[in-house]
């Protein structure tokens, strides 16, 4: 079963906006992380937050964790052209489980 | 580099015709983990290993087989292929500080 289910599927908006993308979780984790794949190829590690935390940031990318909610966002802002891409929360309790994913599109 | 390395990144083949789909990684990480991908379903996790010897069935370990007998690689085999396992897969391994490295996957086909 996935532990993480992103929001929404596809996501399309102009350079220059912000894009977020809402992820939610059915049970208790340790930590909950997002990554980036482009097109087929690997994912990459973008950012994780801890349980307690309660927000993170790292350059444009602003992560929320909501435990009460079993949720959490991820806001890119100023997009860029560069940024499309599938994004995917993973919700780690015992292993890492992964949800669908968000495709954004970011047009110059 | 620290990288995670699965072979082949391509492969047909016919059903029933047993397969391995290799991956080795170079950062010492205990655990590892196997996923296929397929369109409208996101990642899929098959088996995961928490260290040597110890593999557990993730959500879809139908039709899998995997070992670890050491620590820097995680085969995953077919023993008997079908066409519903052709997909994307992906390889990956954490460490403490429990972010996934993936490896670049490998397409199968199975016709």
Redesign the interface.
């Known amino acids: ?2 532990q993480g289910e992103e929001d929404p599927q596809a996501l399309s908006i102009q350079e220059g906006e912000n894009a977020t993308m809402n992820c939610s979780y059915k049970t208790s984790i ?2 909950l ?1 997002w ?1 980036r794949q482009n097109s ?6 973008l950012i ?1 937050i801890r349980s307690n935390e309660r927000e993170k940031h790292s350059g444009r990318l602003r992560v929320t964790l909501d435990t009460s909610k079993k949720s959490s966002s991820l806001l890119i802002t100023a997009s860029r052209a560069a940024d499309t891409a599938s994004y ?1 929360c ?1 919700a ?1 309790y015992s ?7 968000t495709m954004l599109l970011v047009s110059p | 580099e620290a990288q995670v390395t699965q072979n082949p990144r391509y492969l047909i083949t016919v059903t029933g015709k047993k397969l391995t789909v290799t991956c080795s990684q170079n950062m010492n990480h205990e655990y590892m983990s196997w996923y296929r991908q397929d369109p409208g379903l996101g990642l899929r996790q098959i088996y995961y290993s928490m260290n040597v010897e110890v593999t557990d069935k993730g959500d879809v370990p139908e039709g899998y087989k995997v070992s670890r007998k050491e620590k820097r690689n995680f085969p995953l085999i077919l023993e008997s292929p079908s066409p519903n396992q052709t997909s994307l897969y992906f390889c990956a391994s954490s460490g403490s500080s429990a972010e996934a490295f993936f490896g670049q996957g490998t397409r199968l086909t199975v016709v």
Do not use: C, D, I, M
């Open positions: 079963s996935q340790n930590n992380q990554y087929g190829r690997g994912l990459v590690h994780l995917f993973a780690l292993t890492l489980t992964f949800g669908k994913g």
